[in-house]
Structures are given as structure tokens and as C-alpha cells.
């Protein structure tokens, strides 16, 4: 179909819309809204998006290199500033607004700024689960660190004292909102770490993103990192996530849920006891019934019975070898005794008394020695003389040495 030739009376579509397109494009504005739509497929050369307030909507689209470069990333229900002029794809006759810049606008430029060091401190590892300290299961002295005013530090304190009435509190109380609420906390986590505490609660009650802010600060995060004590955390309500709780030790989802992650209750701790008794008696019973019958079956055994049945074949051994070396002994002795008869035959032949029957006598001086030879004795001296049957006494009236063997 051939263009149509324009008159005063009347436009052609194309002309119109260039007409449209032409004053458009001369419009540079700023615009603020909310991101309804948003797509950004790979290999798409721009970015499109809707932003809205509460009665209208608008179509955006931003070229890819130009997004990149802005350094956000957006998300339905990010607010933001866009700025740029109206566009008119004329062969859709579709209107769009093409953003040259984007920023977010008042809590979206808070949130752009906490995710950029969430990412910060993620990368440094101060993140890492495997770096955060256990809590304590029945920790003796905890550390509280919250506001002095408000609902909060009572329930905290009346959860504690329900569940766990012997552990002593140290608590310091500080502003939570504000420029200086950053660190006054850092002073009082200190505080609290210097007296000795075994964990420390760190948490304030619910409020807006720009209330929790000061939970979201660098100095705080490294300082919660830095403690060497367990740090729990319960700041808002369950949907709010700080930096503080990137970094703590355990995130509760509130300050009463914080009380409770670092105490037992004592209800449930005697129930505890009570079930580990019952279960350290039933084992023990059972471990005794067990032994007592591996006892009886042992005690029920022939060897333990009778005692003899261990050594049975020993002993039957031992009254065989007896009854052997008997018999040995026996035999020997019967050898023994002929040589002991021939041996105390000879003694008797040369037994003194048997020469004596003989014939014989043997003297002896006074001093009572055997004179061998005359030289032993002198005239006049005493003798006795032994004889068979007794002895005389006698003196010497004479000596007379004899030769050779006459008697």
C-alpha cells in the first residue's frame, strides 16, 4: 500500500506518528516509581521494565550496555529513578520511556547499598558457617545487648529467667536507631565480652529498613566477627535479615526466639535427666541380665562343675608316672641291698671291737691318746688298756722296744 500524501486536512499514520515520535523525543525528564515488570533475557540488546505508581503504569527499556553500567541490579518492587526521554517505536505505534540513567530511590538505594557489602563481607569470609563459634548449651552467664526502653529487654529478660533462673545477666543497654546506635553497640558488645559472659545477645525489636540500618553498618559487622564469644542475634521480625545476622554466630528470627536459642527450659531439661536416667537404668539392668546369664551358662559347664575335669588327664598322668617310679624304685632297691649286706660285712670285719674279741687291746695315756709306740709313754705313767669286755687301768713299770713284726 503506497504512502499517503499528507494534506491540511488530514495525516497519514506514519506521519502522525512521527510527529508524535518527534515531540516526544524532545521531553528529558526524571521519573520515580516501583518496578512492576521486568525482563532481562541473555542475548536481549536492552533491558524492559515497568514502572508504576498507584494509577499508572509505565513501559521502560534500557539498553544493555547502559544498564550494565549503572551497577544495580533490579527486582520487582524495587523503587527507582529513571531518566530519559519518550520513545515511539513507530511500527507498533507502542510508546516506551528510554532510560539513559537508573538509580534506586529511598530504601532501594539502602537495600542496593546492603547487598553490595553483604557481598563485601561474604567475600572476606566473614560469612563462612564454618568459621561461626557453637553456642553453649547451658551457658552460666549471658550477655544482653538492646535497647534499655521498650518491650523487648523484658521479654528477653522473663524468657531467660522461665527457661534458665540460674544464669546470671550482664546486660548493657544502648540506643539501636541513629547515627551513633552503630557504636554504642560495638562499645557495649565489648563490655559485655570483657566481663566474662558465655554467649551474648544481640537484638532490638521490629521497625522499618531505615530503622534496622544501624545493624546494617561495617564497623558493627567486623566487631561482631572479631568477638571470640558466640554471638546470637534477633533483630526485627522473621522476614528481616541484617548484616549483624550474616555475621553473628546463630540468627534468630526475634529477640524472644534469641532467648530461647541460647537457654534450656527447665521443664524440658528435668524431663532431659529423667529420660537419660531411665535409659542409663534400663541399660544397666539390662547389661546385669545379660552378664548374669552368660555367668549361669558359664557356672552350668562340666569344667565348672567339677573342678577335677580341668586336670582329669593330668592327674591320671601323674598316678601313672607315681606308680611307675615305684616299681623302679623298687627294683633298685633290692640291688641296693645285697651291696649294702657285702658292705657292712667288711666294716664289721674291721670294726676295733671285732679285733679286740681277738686277742687284742689298745692302750691310751692319761690324756686318753692311742699309743701307737713306746716313745708316747714313760715309766711310772698311768694307762688305761681296752679289752674286749673292759678296760684296766694300769702304770708303766717298763718300756722294751721290739724287732722286727714278734709280738
Given at each position: 500500500?503506497?504512502?499517503?500524501?499528507?494534506?491540511?486536512?488530514?495525516?497519514?499514520?506514519?506521519?502522525?506518528?512521527?510527529?508524535?515520535?518527534?515531540?516526544?523525543?524532545?521531553?528529558?525528564?526524571?521519573?520515580?516509581?516501583?518496578?512492576?515488570?521486568?525482563?532481562?533475557?541473555?542475548?536481549?540488546?536492552?533491558?524492559?521494565?515497568?514502572?508504576?505508581?498507584?494509577?499508572?503504569?509505565?513501559?521502560?527499556?534500557?539498553?544493555?550496555?547502559?544498564?550494565?553500567?549503572?551497577?544495580?541490579?533490579?527486582?520487582?518492587?524495587?523503587?527507582?529513578?529513571?531518566?530519559?526521554?519518550?520513545?515511539?517505536?513507530?511500527?507498533?505505534?507502542?510508546?516506551?520511556?528510554?532510560?539513559?540513567?537508573?538509580?534506586?530511590?529511598?530504601?532501594?538505594?539502602?537495600?542496593?547499598?546492603?547487598?553490595?557489602?553483604?557481598?563485601?563481607?561474604?567475600?572476606?569470609?566473614?560469612?563462612?558457617?564454618?568459621?561461626?563459634?557453637?553456642?553453649?548449651?547451658?551457658?552460666?552467664?549471658?550477655?544482653?545487648?538492646?535497647?534499655?526502653?521498650?518491650?523487648?529487654?523484658?521479654?528477653?529478660?522473663?524468657?531467660?529467667?522461665?527457661?534458665?533462673?540460674?544464669?546470671?545477666?550482664?546486660?548493657?543497654?544502648?540506643?539501636?536507631?541513629?547515627?551513633?546506635?552503630?557504636?554504642?553497640?560495638?562499645?557495649?558488645?565489648?563490655?559485655?565480652?570483657?566481663?566474662?559472659?558465655?554467649?551474648?545477645?544481640?537484638?532490638?525489636?521490629?521497625?522499618?529498613?531505615?530503622?534496622l540500618m544501624p545493624f546494617n553498618d561495617e564497623a558493627l559487622a567486623?566487631?561482631?566477627?572479631?568477638?571470640?564469644?558466640?554471638?546470637?542475634?534477633?533483630?526485627?521480625?522473621?522476614?528481616?535479615?541484617?548484616?549483624?545476622?550474616?555475621?553473628?554466630?546463630?540468627?534468630?528470627?526475634?529477640?524472644?526466639?534469641?532467648?530461647?536459642?541460647?537457654?534450656?527450659?527447665?521443664?524440658?531439661?528435668?524431663?532431659?535427666?529423667?529420660?537419660?536416667?531411665?535409659?542409663?537404668?534400663?541399660?544397666?539392668?539390662?547389661?546385669?541380665?545379660?552378664?548374669?546369664?552368660?555367668?549361669?551358662?558359664?557356672?552350668?559347664?562340666?569344667?565348672?562343675?567339677?573342678?577335677?575335669?580341668?586336670?582329669?588327664?593330668?592327674?591320671?598322668?601323674?598316678?601313672?608316672?607315681?606308680?611307675?617310679?615305684?616299681?623302679?624304685?623298687?627294683?633298685?632297691?633290692?640291688?641296693?641291698?645285697?651291696?649294702?649286706?657285702?658292705?657292712?660285712?667288711?666294716?664289721?670285719?674291721?670294726?676295733?671291737?671285732?679285733?679286740?674279741?681277738?686277742?687284742?687291746?689298745?692302750?691310751?695315756?692319761?690324756?686318753?691318746?692311742?699309743?701307737?709306740?713306746?716313745?708316747?709313754?714313760?715309766?711310772?705313767?698311768?694307762?688305761?688298756?681296752?679289752?674286749?669286755?673292759?678296760?684296766?687301768?694300769?702304770?708303766?713299770?717298763?718300756?722294751?722296744?721290739?724287732?722286727?713284726?714278734?709280738?
Amino acid at each position: 500500500m503506497a504512502d499517503e500524501v499528507a494534506t491540511p486536512d488530514h495525516y497519514s499514520v506514519s506521519d502522525a506518528l512521527l510527529i508524535a515520535k518527534t515531540g516526544l523525543e524532545s521531553i528529558r525528564i526524571k521519573i520515580i516509581g516501583e518496578v512492576s515488570e521486568l525482563s532481562d533475557k541473555r542475548g536481549y540488546k536492552a533491558v524492559y521494565f515497568t514502572i508504576k505508581d498507584a494509577k499508572s503504569a509505565l513501559p521502560c527499556l534500557m539498553w544493555k550496555n547502559k544498564y550494565d553500567s549503572a551497577g544495580i541490579e533490579l527486582a520487582v518492587g524495587s523503587l527507582v529513578e529513571v531518566s530519559g526521554k519518550f520513545s515511539l517505536y513507530a511500527a507498533k505505534g507502542r510508546m516506551n520511556f528510554d532510560v539513559d540513567s537508573i538509580n534506586l530511590a529511598g530504601e532501594g538505594e539502602l537495600r542496593m547499598q546492603v547487598a553490595k557489602l553483604a557481598k563485601k563481607l561474604e567475600a572476606e569470609g566473614l560469612t563462612d558457617p564454618s568459621k561461626k563459634l557453637p553456642i553453649p548449651t547451658m551457658p552460666a552467664k549471658i550477655g544482653l545487648v538492646t535497647s534499655p526502653r521498650g518491650a523487648v529487654v523484658h521479654d528477653v529478660i522473663r524468657t531467660l529467667r522461665r527457661r534458665m533462673p540460674f544464669a546470671n545477666v550482664v546486660f548493657a543497654g544502648v540506643g539501636v536507631e541513629g547515627a551513633n546506635a552503630p557504636a554504642d553497640m560495638i562499645k557495649a558488645l565489648d563490655a559485655v565480652s570483657s566481663a566474662g559472659v558465655d554467649v551474648i545477645i544481640l537484638c532490638r525489636g521490629g521497625g522499618s529498613f531505615e530503622d534496622l540500618m544501624p545493624f546494617n553498618d561495617e564497623a558493627l559487622a567486623l566487631k561482631i566477627a572479631e568477638i571470640q564469644t558466640p554471638i546470637v542475634t534477633g533483630i526485627g521480625h522473621e522476614p528481616d535479615t541484617t548484616i549483624a545476622d550474616l555475621v553473628s554466630d546463630f540468627r534468630a528470627s526475634t529477640p524472644t526466639g534469641a532467648a530461647e536459642a541460647v537457654s534450656i527450659n527447665a521443664e524440658e531439661l528435668i524431663a532431659n535427666f529423667a529420660a537419660h536416667i531411665e535409659k542409663a537404668k534400663t541399660s544397666i539392668i539390662g547389661r546385669v541380665n545379660a552378664t548374669s546369664q552368660m555367668l549361669n551358662q558359664i557356672a552350668s559347664r562340666p569344667i565348672f562343675a567339677d573342678g577335677t575335669k580341668l586336670f582329669e588327664t593330668e592327674f591320671q598322668t601323674l598316678d601313672y608316672n607315681q606308680e611307675k617310679l615305684q616299681r623302679m624304685l623298687g627294683e633298685l632297691s633290692k640291688k641296693y641291698d645285697n651291696q649294702i649286706s657285702l658292705a657292712a660285712a667288711k666294716l664289721q670285719d674291721k670294726s676295733p671291737l671285732v679285733i679286740l674279741s681277738r686277742g687284742y687291746a689298745a692302750a691310751k695315756t692319761s690324756e686318753g691318746k692311742i699309743v701307737k709306740n713306746i716313745s708316747q709313754v714313760s715309766e711310772g705313767a698311768k694307762m688305761s688298756v681296752r679289752v674286749s669286755d673292759g678296760v684296766i687301768d694300769t702304770n708303766v713299770e717298763r718300756t722294751q722296744k721290739l724287732d722286727g713284726d714278734s709280738i
